[in-house]
């Protein structure tokens, strides 16, 4: 479909290079869609192919062999660098590298064309596709093998054609609704320091001219169904770059990283934000991480182990459970039981309870300093906790990494330092987010000071997870 864009040579001489980089986007939009493409190819080759070839044995390295390879591309390089990607660039992965988002848009424009379902529209979406991707994947040992990938991802893309094909015409309602990291990358986009920002008064002037005989204006197909005319921070835009030019009033312009955190965060922080950041982020992702290093799993499933073999209760240590269901590789001596499944899952919720609990009490304190209890600003101030969570992920993912690198023999001594500097970045500049934030409710420098130590507490329950995992666990 064609993209609204102001006539050749109107303003663009007067636009800065990165308005011309939106608009070259907009012009370039067929290279756009063949890089899509080829994202595709090389997503399906990795996916398809290692789970149709025999588990690498002791002798296989990731130069030689396509199993350990596909997993360091997926896991150690793939997954931690697009998290990256929607802090520096906004959703740009979205609207021109990901493969689902170019399937699921395929696939609407032969679909069916139905009207979105008012059950898909539940804000609670992102937060529930995002916590059960995540548990279930620890299940089936997705950062493992290839089947489990295979089942995870592909399955992702395949709801992401089902939904493309039955809903929408030409838009990406599973990107919009149901994707499991939609929740997570619109939270991280928030603090990109760029966006597509829409001059209200330039689109009422051209309004006004189409009205009164000015040149006709051509709609835009904004895939991830963002209302162009409304459209506030980089949340829900996938930086695609159709609508640059639009009417002359929608250009990429710079701002500041905090811009959407402190200025229009009061507005448009949810609970089911909060709940993403505090019970997702930060409370089931970490316990995703944590089992596989943490000595009290070991101890708690020991115990619960011995106490049914204790009762002749000997059903949950059989291992008969399905590879689809629970990790079941017996010639790599890895096999769960119905043990192991129950805890792992037990576990991780618990974690996210104990972890999205304990912050949302500090995070109560900090908005309780400024009057009575409200949750809105309560919501305000979780934003804050935005950038140290992004990292938290980041820095989960790339243990991954380092596994497969020290696998390799490949020296790492360099990644406690670097664990180091990531946490003592991220954690100044939630920081100095939520120092931004105590200013839109007060000026009173004490309530702001007392505010900021609050939060400053919640920044050291986060910080504790990682120093268990990294440090802690570790000697």
Request: hydrophobic share 50%; glycine share 10%; proline share 5%.
């Amino acid at each position: 479909m064609s993209c609204g864009a102001p006539e050749p040579g109107t303003l663009s001489m007067r636009r800065g290079w990165l308005a011309q980089a939106g608009q070259w986007m907009q012009r370039h939009g067929a290279a756009i869609r063949a890089v899509q493409w080829v994202v595709v190819a090389v997503y399906a080759f990795l996916i398809l192919v290692p789970a149709a070839t025999p588990l690498p044995d002791d002798t296989a390295h990731l130069w030689n062999n396509l199993t350990l390879a596909a997993q360091f591309v997926f896991w150690g390089i793939w997954w931690p660098f697009v998290l990256l990607s929607m802090v520096m660039l906004g959703r740009v992965w979205c609207g021109v590298l990901c493969p689902e988002g170019t399937l699921t848009e395929f696939a609407s424009r032969f679909g069916r064309g139905g009207a979105i379902p008012r059950w898909m529209r539940w804000g609670g979406w992102p937060f529930v596709a995002f916590g059960l991707t995540t548990i279930y994947g620890q299940m089936v040992s997705v950062y493992q093998y290839p089947k489990a990938v295979l089942l995870v991802l592909g399955g992702s893309t395949l709801g992401a054609m089902v939904i493309g094909f039955l809903y929408g015409r030409e838009k990406r309602v599973w990107c919009r609704y149901l994707c499991p990291v939609n929740g997570v990358f619109s939270l991280l986009a928030r603090l990109a320091p760029f966006r597509y920002k829409v001059d209200e008064e330039a689109w009422r002037r051209s309004y006004t001219a189409g009205e009164h005989g000015g040149h006709r204006v051509i709609p835009v197909n904004c895939a991830p169904l963002v209302p162009l005319r409304n459209m506030k921070g980089a949340a829900a835009c996938h930086m695609c770059g159709r609508c640059a030019g639009h009417r002359d009033a929608i250009d990429l312009t710079w701002r500041s990283p905090a811009e959407e955190v402190v200025d229009l965060g009061e507005r448009q922080a949810s609970g089911w934000d909060t709940a993403l950041i505090l019970y997702g982020l930060l409370g089931i992702a970490i316990g995703a991480f944590h089992w596989t290093a943490s000595p009290w799993f070991i101890d708690l499933k020991q115990f619960v182990a011995g106490w049914l073999i204790d009762r002749d209760i000997t059903w949950p240590l059989e291992t008969n459970a399905p590879w689809f269901l629970l990790t079941h590789y017996p010639e790599q001596n890895d096999v769960f039981s119905w043990l192991d499944g129950t805890m792992i899952v037990g576990y991780i919720v618990t974690t996210g309870l104990v972890y999205g609990t304990a912050l949302f009490a500090l995070l109560a304190g900090a908005s309780a300093v400024f009057g009575r209890f409200d949750l809105r600003r309560l919501h305000h101030f979780a934003q804050a906790l935005i950038p140290l969570a992004g990292a938290g992920v980041f820095l989960g993912l790339s243990a991954t990494t380092l596994s497969l690198l020290r696998a390799e023999h490949m020296p790492i001594d360099w990644a406690s330092d670097v664990r180091l500097a990531i946490l003592g970045i991220f954690n100044m500049w939630s920081g100095w987010l939520a120092w931004r934030v105590t200013g839109r409710y007060s000026q009173s420098l004490g309530q702001r000071v007392l505010a900021t130590t609050a939060f400053a507490a919640a920044l050291a329950v986060v910080d504790s997870a990682w120093w268990l995992m990294f440090w802690g666990w570790a000697h």
